[in-house]
Nanobody, 128 residues
Framework: QVQLTESGGGLVQAGGSLRLSCAAS????????MGWFRQAPGKEREFVAA???????????HYADSVKGRFTISKDNPKDTVYLQMNSLKPEDTAVYYC??????????????????WGQGTQVTVSS
């Protein structure tokens, strides 16, 4: 089992920045993908960004078009932590953000069903 714990959400004005963190603990795998999804009220959970952790392609990243150029996903291997730096935030970025991990070894997992473990979520609210 893998446990994922997010932190760093909050309230920010449009144009501001936030950094989300996700600490992973428990079982480790030789190669896996860490990702971020978000879910706004009344909407489906959607892909935001992903990063490959190690093994065959450590460090590859992929972003949703809606956040490309504004969000950056990164990782700290010794700390088993993944980050999502969010800049130039917009009101439409308001959502609960979820950290997730896929241990199936495929790239790039984009669907909710492609992931195996989920954090509890952290609220991000962007005011206009």
């Amino acid at each position: 089992q893998v446990q994922l714990t997010e932190s760093g959400g909050g309230l920010v004005q449009a144009g501001g920045s936030l950094r989300l963190s996700c600490a992973a603990s428990g079982r480790t795998f030789s190669s896996y993908v860490m990702g971020w999804f978000r879910q706004a009220p009344g909407k489906e959970r959607e892909f935001v960004a992903a990063i490959s952790w190690s093994g065959w392609s450590g460090g590859m990243t992929h972003y949703a078009d809606s956040v490309k150029g504004r969000f950056t996903i990164s990782k700290d291997n010794p700390k088993d932590t993944v980050y999502l730096q969010m800049n130039s935030l917009k009101p439409e970025d308001t959502a609960v953000y979820y950290c997730t991990a896929s241990v199936r070894g495929s790239w790039v997992p984009l669907r909710v069903s492609d992931y195996d473990y989920w954090g509890q979520g952290t609220q991000v609210t962007v005011s206009s």
